[in-house]
Every structure is written in structure tokens, then in C-alpha cells.
């Protein structure tokens, strides 16, 4: 496979931008390139479904999406091409099969399990659904687990904490602009790590350790994606955030200021950002700057402003004109 590509940028291919008859030629090239050496051929008969993203950073590669039905067989010759990495996949939904060092496995949804790009086996998926990939370098956790190799090929259930905290961590922070800075990624490649020692159940010093860095990161990443979703309820509260995590509010708290920033400070920041958003959409050019500061979840428009003016420099009104310039 290819080195990582020098902008580290997400990677995105949907079915819909090419042929239904050349899509899954497309697919099996973008998969051997970038992220596993393997055989792929499609089942079923109707035109094949793919709508995937994938980033290889220097020290990990992931990917999740949607794919039809489909067969990967990793023989001698896959193998011979690739390496010892570890590959994690696990199954978002639908029914997936696999065959590694000679035992089936069988994944529920929610379910993975780990695979060693140096030994042969095969997947399927037998129909629709959604998986998630990640690959790193064996050693990476080679020297935290002394007893790898029995972990392989073992299923990860879908009650695993860690598991759970590694699927959420993939897809909402793996997205991030942010990882298009080398230190930024070799960050979360480490955080990765962590949660994958804690997905493989080892050692109480290593899970400390792990803790520590990967879980307090997917925690925060979790606690983030919940104020997202809820970032225009004017009665979003840490209480709220930390009961969905199963965490006191100080404890959240704490989580926030880990990161050098307040939890009220958070939610302020991405209020004013999706205001900004609005602002700047021609649909929403009859709306006025106070109603749109409401449905942000701002109760007090004074404040509003002046939270806007810090982290933009301007007022609300002059993002507005500026951007109406442009147009004219």
C-alpha cells in the first residue's frame, strides 16, 4: 500500500460518481490502495452500493461506510503484498461473516474483532449494512500486550466499553480538519491505541495507561458530539451531558478543563459558530439577527453579540453585510 498522502485529508467515495458498471472496479482499487491488500468480488446481482470515507494518517488508517453485498478473501498472494499490521472491523450493521486462522466468525451488529494482515482469511458482507475499519502497525500494541496473538481473531461483543468509545472516537473526531496537522494526528493515532488495549481487555497497568490518554479523549469527543446535537436547546446544561455519559457534572467538568477550556465555554463557542453559519446562509437573509441567535439556543441577545465580537472580531450585523457584499 501507498504512503500516507501529504495533505492527510479525509478521503470520500460514493457508487454515485461513476457507473454503475465500473463502481465496484473502483471500490477494490481505492480498498487495496489505501487501506487493505485483498480479493474483493461482489454478490448479488443488483448494481452494487458503496458510499465510504477513509484517512490514512501516518501512524493509523480507518474508514467506515456503507457497502452492498460483497466477498473479501485474503490468499497467498494478499498476503505476500501486505504486512503483519492489525486491522480491526467491526460490524455497524447488517450480517457480516468472516474466516480467520481457520474459524468462523460471526459478528452481530456492533460486534469486531482483530486480524492479522499477515495471515490469510476472508470477510463477507451478505447484504447491506455498515462497517468500520481501522489498521495500525502490530507493534503498537505488540509492546502493551504480551499475549496479542491469542486476542486475534476473537470477538470484541458490542457491550465492550472500549469498543464503544473507539466507534464513536473514529467517526466524529476522525472527520476532524484538524488531523491535516501531523501532531494533531499522531495524537489521535495514540488515543486509537489506547482504546484498542482497552478494547482487548489486558493488563490493569496497560488499562490504566490507557485510560489516561485514549478514553479520557473519546470521553470529551462523545461529551462534544452531545452538545452538537443538542446545541440549540437554550436548556443544555453539563447536568444534562454528564447523566447521558454516566459521569457526575463536576467530572465533566474536569473532562472539559482537561482540554483547557470550560464546559460553558464550549457550548458558547458552537453556538456562536452555528449563528455564524446562519448568518452567512442566503437562506436565512429575511431572518432577523435576534431570532437567529434564539434558535441558536442564546437566551439573552446582548450577550450574543458580544460572544460573537469575541470570536470574530466583528458584529453579527457586519458578517452579515460582508457577506452580502460578496455577492453583489
Not at 480498498?31 to 501516518?58: E, I, Y
Not at 490493569?204 to 440549540?232: F, H, P, T, V, Y
Not at 441577545?301 to 460578496?326: C, G, W
Amino acid at each position: 500500500m501507498l504512503a500516507p498522502p501529504d495533505d492527510l485529508k479525509t478521503m470520500r467515495f460514493s457508487g454515485a460518481q461513476v457507473a454503475a458498471a465500473d463502481r465496484f472496479a473502483v471500490w477494490s482499487r481505492l480498498l487495496n490502495k489505501w487501506l487493505l491488500c485483498t480479493g474483493v468480488r461482489a454478490l448479488g446481482k443488483d448494481p452494487f452500493h458503496v458510499q465510504v470515507q477513509m484517512r490514512v494518517l501516518p501512524e493509523v488508517r480507518f474508514g467506515w461506510g456503507t457497502l452492498g453485498p460483497s466477498a473479501y478473501e485474503r490468499g497467498q498472494k494478499e498476503v505476500e503484498q501486505d504486512n503483519d499490521d492489525l486491522v480491526l472491523l467491526m460490524n455497524l450493521d447488517g450480517a457480516f461473516s468472516a474466516i480467520n486462522a481457520g474459524e468462523e466468525i460471526v459478528l452481530r451488529t456492533g460486534d469486531a474483532y482483530i486480524m492479522s494482515c499477515a495471515e490469510w482469511g476472508s470477510f463477507a458482507r451478505h447484504d447491506e449494512g455498515k462497517l468500520l475499519c481501522v489498521r495500525l502497525a502490530r507493534e503498537a500494541l505488540a509492546s502493551r500486550i504480551h499475549d496479542l496473538d491469542d486476542r486475534l481473531g476473537v470477538i470484541i461483543a458490542r457491550d465492550n466499553e472500549g469498543l464503544s468509545f473507539l466507534a464513536d472516537y473514529v467517526q466524529s473526531a476522525g472527520d476532524s480538519d484538524a488531523l491535516v496537522d501531523t501532531r494533531i494526528a499522531a495524537a489521535f493515532a495514540h488515543h486509537i491505541h489506547d482504546l484498542l488495549v482497552l478494547c482487548l481487555d489486558t493488563h490493569a497497568d496497560s488499562r490504566e495507561m490507557a485510560q489516561a490518554g485514549g478514553l479520557r479523549a473519546a470521553r470529551l469527543e462523545r461529551a462534544k458530539a452531545i452538545i452538537r446535537r443538542n446545541i440549540a436547546e437554550p436548556e443544555l446544561s453539563a447536568d444534562f451531558v454528564a447523566r447521558a455519559l454516566n459521569m457526575s457534572p463536576r467530572s465533566l467538568q474536569r473532562l472539559f478543563e482537561s482540554a483547557d477550556i470550560s464546559f460553558s465555554g464550549y457550548v458558547t463557542l458552537e453556538r456562536v459558530a452555528l449563528a455564524h453559519t446562519q448568518l452567512t446562509d442566503a437562506a436565512n437573509k429575511d431572518r432577523s439577527i435576534a431570532d437567529i441567535a434564539l434558535d441558536c439556543g442564546f437566551g439573552d441577545v446582548s450577550y450574543f453579540n458580544r460572544k460573537f465580537r469575541e470570536q470574530y472580531d466583528k458584529s453579527p450585523s457586519a458578517v452579515r453585510h460582508f457577506k452580502d457584499a460578496r455577492k453583489r
